[in-house]
């Protein structure tokens, strides 16, 4: 009996390690109750938390970003991703490729990730101010017709430039109607 007890002892203290892990891994971001953006090193371009697929709920229901970092060797989970930088109009959708992390810009097309304005010219990252950017913290999530009209645009024209690279997310699995199938 006495065994038992230990075992029992044990499995608790286990369980409840196991659970305070998970819930300190909600710390990393302080609560994040209304915002659906979150900015990234070392651009601080936002990064979706409004997305279930991009940012998914910890253990307490803070959505947490699938990536730490958008630097130009970041490989995302999932493609494409999304990042926006508050002076424009429109976000990024981000892609993975040979040469590191690619971004499609409705205007300009599929580059290299970092956008050139957001690097020195020595090559060092210049974030952007957000303290210069009035309510970046309550900017709304994209739009749903935006997502539906520019996603397949920015995936054609990824697949064109790396047709090796596959499958992409839907705009319907971004925003969290459908479940990502593998």
């Given at each position: ?25 909600g710390v990393i ?12 090193p070392p651009y ?91 309510g970046w913290s ?45």
């Amino acid at each position: 009996m006495n065994v038992r007890k230990k075992i029992i002892s044990y499995s608790l203290i286990i369980l409840v390690a196991i659970f305070l892990a998970k819930s300190a891994s909600g710390v990393i971001l302080p609560s994040t109750s209304g915002l659906d953006w979150w900015p990234l090193p070392p651009y601080n371009t936002l990064w979706p938390l409004w997305s279930p697929l991009l940012s998914p709920p910890n253990i307490l229901g803070i959505p947490i970003p699938i990536v730490n970092s958008l630097a130009p060797n970041t490989v995302l989970p999932v493609t494409p991703g999304l990042t926006w930088d508050p002076n424009l109009d429109y976000p990024w959708l981000l892609y993975n490729t040979p040469l590191g992390m690619a971004y499609y810009d409705p205007i300009f097309g599929i580059d290299l990730w970092p956008p050139r304005y957001l690097t020195s010219p020595l090559g060092g990252a210049l974030p952007i101010d957000l303290s210069l950017i009035t309510g970046w913290s309550t900017l709304k999530p994209t739009s749903t017709s935006w997502l539906t009209a520019t996603i397949p645009v920015a995936n054609n024209a990824y697949y064109t430039s790396y047709p090796q690279f596959a499958p992409l997310l839907s705009p319907a699995t971004i925003l969290g109607l459908t479940a990502l199938v593998p």
